[in-house]
Nanobody, 125 residues
Framework: QVQLVESGGGLVQVGGSLRLSCAAS????????MGWFRQAPGKEREFVSS????????YYSDSVKGRFTISRDNAKNTVYLQMNSLKPEDTAVYFC??????????????????WGQGTQVTVSS
């Protein structure tokens, strides 16, 4: 069973930046795609971004495209989410997840088998 631990959340002003990290346990990290989801109060969990096993292919929701960048370091078993130009609507708990596939291209929650506990991101205006 893989364990995922997110870090890097916090309080930031509008227009600011944060970098989230997700450290994974186990020796199969590089076999799977990874993703980030978020859930705002009173809303359903939504897809933010994902990355293929090699890091060659990345996917973004329309709401974050051009502002967020996903990356991974397979040597460190870690996936990152660089968030720039943050907006109040980016406020949410952000979850790291491991895809059931190597591509990570399916943005549905059901395509991700393992989840972290989440890290809070709050963007203040």
């Amino acid at each position: 069973q893989v364990q995922l631990v997110e870090s890097g959340g916090g309080l930031v002003q509008v227009g600011g930046s944060l970098r989230l990290s997700c450290a994974a346990s186990g020796r199969t990290f590089s076999d799977y795609g990874m993703g980030w989801f978020r859930q705002a109060p009173g809303k359903e969990r939504e897809f933010v971004s994902s990355i293929s096993w090699s890091g060659r292919f990345t996917y973004y929701s329309d709401s974050v495209k051009g502002r967020f960048t996903i990356s991974r370091d397979n040597a460190k078993n870690t996936v990152y989410l660089q968030m720039n130009s943050l907006k109040p609507e980016d406020t949410a708990v952000y979850f790291c997840a491991r895809s059931s596939s190597s591509s990570g291209s399916d943005p549905s929650s059901a395509a991700f088998a393992s989840w972290g506990q989440g890290t809070q991101v709050t963007v203040s205006s």
